[in-house]
Nanobody, 129 residues
Framework: QVQLVESGGGLVQPGGSLRLSCAGS????????IGWFRQVPGKEREGVSC????????AYADSVKGRFTISGDNAKTTVYLQMNSLKPNDTARYYC??????????????????????WGQGTQVTVSS
């Protein structure tokens, strides 16, 4: 059974930082694409960032470029999303998603929810003073 489990969410003040983690079981993060998405009630799920474990390629939404960094650990068991300079409009439930490796140009597809096979349950991030 495939499981992706997110952790690291919480309440943080504007300008603060959080690091989200996505760990996989039953699904190898070796040679996979992992995406981070976020969603607020009443809105569509938004692709935030994605990471290709085979070549460490990354992609980001314009709204988080320069503030968020996605990375994988050397053991290829966990993918992280480091979020700095957080803003109130970053408040959302954050989900990680996984799929086998796809085309080399991950930016062309990796922020599209329908491209993924597996999803975690999400972790809440609230940015508020």
């Amino acid at each position: 059974q495939v499981q992706l489990v997110e952790s690291g969410g919480g309440l943080v003040q504007p300008g603060g930082s959080l690091r989200l983690s996505c760990a996989g079981s039953g699904f190898s993060l070796d040679d996979a694409v992992i995406g981070w998405f976020r969603q607020v009630p009443g809105k569509e799920r938004e692709g935030v960032s994605c990471f290709s474990s085979s070549d460490s390629n990354t992609a980001y939404a314009d709204s988080v470029k320069g503030r968020f960094t996605i990375s994988g650990d050397n053991a290829k068991t966990t993918v992280y999303l480091q979020m700095n300079s957080l803003k109130p409009n970053d408040t959302a439930r954050y989900y990680c998603a996984g799929r086998p490796r796809g085309p080399t140009n991950i930016a062309a597809f990796c922020r599209v929810p329908a491209e993924y096979d597996y999803w975690g349950q999400g972790t809440q991030v609230t940015v508020s003073s």
